[in-house]
């Protein structure tokens, strides 16, 4: 069987959760001339998988509507600081209702395994189901949210308390954890990995940042603050996440 019906054959198996609403996902994987394809069938949906196990925390699923082998050599790799070839990459559908996840077979200049744009989600060779269901994430509206980050010398101290996750506050942690405890376990945690799970009903308090654009020097840079940070179900969730 051809790599692009293998992939075909999957669309209709990856159902969303038994929640409502469903979000629309479109599948673009990109494949070279010679036939070498920058993901599997399986990895696709163990993708689509991974995110209706974890949405469904929130009452949200994902259903795979879509899947296709998009053969082009200058597709295949897409570099992470320039923004053209970033553009070229997820301008290859628009405006598809819902959100579009494009395997490619290189991330250059950055060691991130899969990232978010307006204009879809990249999913790199190294990328795990869990790093793309972070990603969509952030089409949902949500910060990443760290306990400390080498971008800043600020950094989240002390045993968790109401007003630091107020939505989210009981008295059934154990005794001993700490707020950088609670941060580690989040979905929109910073850092890549497969432990990182929890969608928190509310708000949580942590170090997370927004880009800030000077109009003097035409460059963005990173506004961090520890505060309440927008990781959560029901503050500041878009329940219909699309691509442009």
């Not at 991130?112 to 089409?139: K, L, N, Q, W, Y």
């Not at 941060?183 to 927004?210: C, E, F, K, N």
Request: aromatic residues 10%.
């Amino acid at each position: 069987m051809t790599a692009a019906r293998q992939i075909a054959a999957i669309v209709g198996l990856c159902l969303p959760a038994l929640c409502a609403p469903a979000a629309d996902v479109r599948a673009y994987v990109i494949a070279k001339t010679n036939g070498e394809v920058a993901a599997y069938p399986d990895r696709v949906a163990a993708c689509l998988s991974d995110m209706n196990m974890v949405y469904a925390q929130a009452g949200l699923g994902f259903n795979l509507v879509g899947c296709s082998v998009v053969v082009s050599n200058e597709l295949y790799v897409v570099d992470y600081t320039n923004a053209a070839s970033r553009v070229a990459l997820c301008n290859y559908a628009k405006n598809t209702g819902g959100i579009e996840l494009y395997f490619v077979g290189e991330i250059a200049s950055s060691q991130v395994h899969a990232f978010h744009t307006r204009r879809g989600i990249v999913v790199g060779p190294d990328a795990t189901p869990r790093d793309v269901s972070h990603e969509v994430g952030h089409a949902c509206g949500w910060k990443d949210i760290y306990e400390a980050h080498s971008g800043t010398s600020l950094a989240v101290e002390g045993s968790p308390r109401q007003e630091w996750i107020p939505d989210d506050w009981s008295s059934y942690y154990p005794r001993n954890i700490t707020q950088a405890d609670i941060i580690q376990r989040l979905l929109m945690y910073g850092r890549s990995g497969d432990g990182h799970l929890d969608i928190p009903a509310g708000a949580v308090r942590g170090l997370w940042y927004t880009n800030v654009f000077n109009h003097v020097t035409h460059t963005w840079s990173r506004d961090w603050r520890i505060s309440l940070a927008p990781v959560s179900a029901w503050h500041g969730m878009n329940r219909s996440p699309q691509s442009e």
